[in-house]
């Protein structure tokens, strides 16, 4: 019998690569998109850069000043939204492929621990903790919490790179006494990841997380997950969910059909300490772990895994293929769709300079110029300039129909200088010299639109507010020589 099943347990698993080498290096290819993301620039911006201390936002390579953070909530809702229907399509791959706790995990289990220290036998054996009476033991927990502190330490950078642009902590953390914010931040990740890998474990994901409370209430019929076959495997537990069969034999007795070997490997390999062949329980990760176990042992027998990456609809019910495309995706990836695309319009409308323009107190002037009468309406201009390099600016006014031309600018009389990040405080004034409207009872508010631009890159650094500008009533221009101002009530 032996030789008749060797021949097909070996063409079985012919080819067959493990989920868990995949997700290795899905790993690395994670790892190094974090490490490198932060250090890609265009012209100075990043990919993605939330500075607090330059008080700037920087996305797809395109800088926002923090007055232009209303793009966060649309960022959010893309990755809450994303992640809500992911869990929908296949359970908590998140946890299982992307999350930082369960990299973090493997690297420390599987890398450290078993694979350069030997500390634990198998990967395959998650269930039995090293013994730590034994001295080479003791001594090789030290070097795995040494080696995994400073990789803890690198994380710690590369997660503040994403608040402090590189090229700025590498300045910073030369002098750790005037960036003391920074020196605790990274020192607080560090110390939370040393306990949170080393000691807190699985636990995280178990206890700590909310995801895991959230997940039933997204799963459907169709969300594809790790799940045991009990149509195949028999039914390990009974409806109150305590374990009933430990042996095959037992198990063949009540249902000589049953496939389940009882090997017991997919409880072992599992991290969070479950047993697939449960059912559905919030602690599992959708690492696949369980079902490479199965699939290595029944693929020797010659059969297909009982333990599947697939779901209750299809495994359980048995009532069809698993509908990928249900409406409840198509619902998901409808609304991802529009608020990526109203966070494309409004990133497109970026202002690459930032103007407010308050008018003072006073509401205007007068004066007698040469005989001539002068009108003077006075504003303070808080003016930014977003971009990476000095520039010049200037501003044009244009007036209503009729007045084209007749209100003119007195100060400043030629372009400022704005340096990068600098709001800079500009006193204008605007004048006119002619009989805008004759009105003996009120003054007369007249809108204005004010374009102000960089002299030097006009096609792409323009803005357009508009303001007013108050002209007397025809009483106060009468006298002759008269300087009169008006206050505002």
């Given at each position: 019998?032996?030789?008749?099943?060797?021949?097909?347990?070996?063409?079985?698993?012919?080819?067959?690569?493990?989920?868990?080498?995949?997700?290795?290096?899905?790993?690395?290819?994670?790892?190094?998109?974090?490490?490198?993301?932060?250090?890609?620039?265009?012209?100075?911006?990043?990919?993605?850069?939330?500075?607090?201390?330059?008080?700037?936002?920087?996305?797809?390579?395109?800088?926002?000043?923090?007055?232009?953070?209303?793009?966060?909530?649309?960022?959010?809702?893309?990755?809450?939204?994303?992640?809500?229907?992911?869990?929908?399509?296949?359970?908590?791959?998140?946890?299982?492929?992307?999350?930082?706790?369960?990299?973090?995990?493997?690297?420390?289990?599987?890398?450290?621990?078993?694979?350069?220290?030997?500390?634990?036998?198998?990967?395959?054996?998650?269930?039995?903790?090293?013994?730590?009476?034994?001295?080479?033991?003791?001594?090789?927990?030290?070097?795995?919490?040494?080696?995994?502190?400073?990789?803890?330490?690198?994380?710690?950078?590369?997660?503040?790179?994403?608040?402090?642009?590189?090229?700025?902590?590498?300045?910073?953390?030369?002098?750790?006494?005037?960036?003391?914010?920074?020196?605790?931040?990274?020192?607080?990740?560090?110390?939370?990841?040393?306990?949170?890998?080393?000691?807190?474990?699985?636990?995280?994901?178990?206890?700590?997380?909310?995801?895991?409370?959230?997940?039933?209430?997204?799963?459907?019929?169709?969300?594809?997950?790790?799940?045991?076959?009990?149509?195949?495997?028999?039914?390990?537990?009974?409806?109150?969910?305590?374990?009933?069969?430990?042996?095959?034999?037992?198990?063949?007795?009540?249902?000589?059909?049953?496939?389940?070997?009882?090997?017991?490997?997919?409880?072992?390999?599992?991290?969070?300490?479950?047993?697939?062949?449960?059912?559905?329980?919030?602690?599992?990760?959708?690492?696949?772990?369980?079902?490479?176990?199965?699939?290595?042992?029944?693929?020797?027998?010659?059969?297909?895994?009982?333990?599947?990456?697939?779901?209750?609809?299809?495994?359980?019910?048995?009532?069809?293929?698993?509908?990928?495309?249900?409406?409840?995706?198509?619902?998901?990836?409808?609304?991802?769709?529009?608020?990526?695309?109203?966070?494309?319009?409004?990133?497109?409308?970026?202002?690459?300079?930032?103007?407010?323009?308050?008018?003072?107190?006073?509401?205007?002037?007068?004066?007698?110029?040469?005989?001539?009468?002068?009108?003077?309406?006075?504003?303070?201009?808080?003016?930014?300039?977003?971009?990476?390099?000095?520039?010049?600016?200037?501003?044009?006014?244009?007036?209503?129909?009729?007045?084209?031309?007749?209100?003119?600018?007195?100060?400043?009389?030629?372009?400022?200088?704005?340096?990068?990040g600098i709001v800079k405080k500009k006193v204008v004034v605007l004048y006119t010299d002619e009989l805008l409207v004759k009105d003996e009872r009120k003054d007369t508010v007249i809108p204005i639109t004010i374009n102000a631009y960089a002299v030097d890159a006009k096609d792409k650094v323009a803005v357009t507010r508009q303001s007013t500008f108050t002209f007397p009533r025809a009483d106060l221009l009468k006298g002759e020589g008269d300087h009169k101002d008006k206050e505002e009530d």
């Open positions: 019998m032996s030789t008749e099943t060797a021949p097909k347990g070996k063409e079985y698993l012919s080819g067959w690569t493990p989920w868990r080498i995949k997700r290795y290096w899905f790993y690395g290819l994670v790892t190094i998109l974090s490490l490198s993301i932060p250090w890609i620039t265009i012209e100075g911006n990043h990919l993605f850069l939330l500075s607090f201390d330059k008080l700037k936002l920087h996305l797809m390579f395109i800088q926002f000043d923090m007055q232009e953070l209303y793009l966060m909530p649309f960022l959010l809702m893309i990755l809450f939204i994303g992640i809500f229907g992911i869990t929908v399509l296949g359970g908590r791959v998140f946890c299982g492929w992307i999350c930082p706790q369960t990299i973090f995990r493997v690297v420390y289990r599987d890398l450290i621990e078993t694979k350069l220290l030997g500390l634990r036998k198998r990967i395959k054996n998650k269930q039995q903790e090293p013994d730590y009476s034994k001295l080479e033991n003791k001594i090789k927990r030290l070097v795995a919490i040494l080696l995994w502190t400073g990789l803890s330490f690198v994380a710690a950078a590369d997660l503040m790179w994403f608040f402090v642009p590189p090229e700025d902590f590498l300045a910073y953390i030369q002098n750790p006494m005037e960036h003391t914010v920074l020196v605790g931040s990274i020192l607080g990740i560090v110390a939370f990841l040393v306990y949170d890998v080393i000691f807190l474990q699985e636990n995280f994901c178990v206890y700590v997380c909310p995801y895991s409370r959230i997940q039933s209430v997204l799963y459907d019929d169709d969300t594809v997950m790790a799940i045991y076959n009990p149509n195949r495997g028999g039914e390990i537990y009974n409806e109150h969910k305590e374990k009933v069969f430990t042996k095959q034999n037992d198990l063949l007795n009540l249902n000589p059909k049953a496939e389940c070997t009882t090997c017991e490997s997919c409880v072992t390999v599992c991290p969070t300490h479950i047993d697939i062949r449960k059912g559905l329980q919030l602690e599992c990760i959708n690492c696949l772990e369980c079902v490479d176990a199965c699939t290595e042992v029944m693929g020797k027998l010659g059969k297909p895994s009982l333990v599947e990456w697939s779901s209750e609809k299809e495994t359980l019910f048995m009532k069809g293929k698993t509908h990928y495309l249900r409406p409840k995706i198509i619902g998901y990836i409808a609304i991802l769709i529009i608020v990526t695309v109203i966070l494309g319009m409004m990133g497109s409308k970026k202002e690459y300079m930032l103007l407010n323009i308050n008018k003072e107190n006073r509401l205007y002037s007068i004066h007698n110029d040469d005989g001539k009468v002068k009108v003077e309406n006075a504003y303070t201009f808080l003016l930014q300039n977003t971009l990476n390099e000095d520039h010049e600016y200037y501003f044009d006014i244009v007036a209503p129909v009729g007045m084209e031309g007749k209100i003119k600018i007195e100060e400043p009389e030629e372009a400022f200088k704005v340096k990068p």
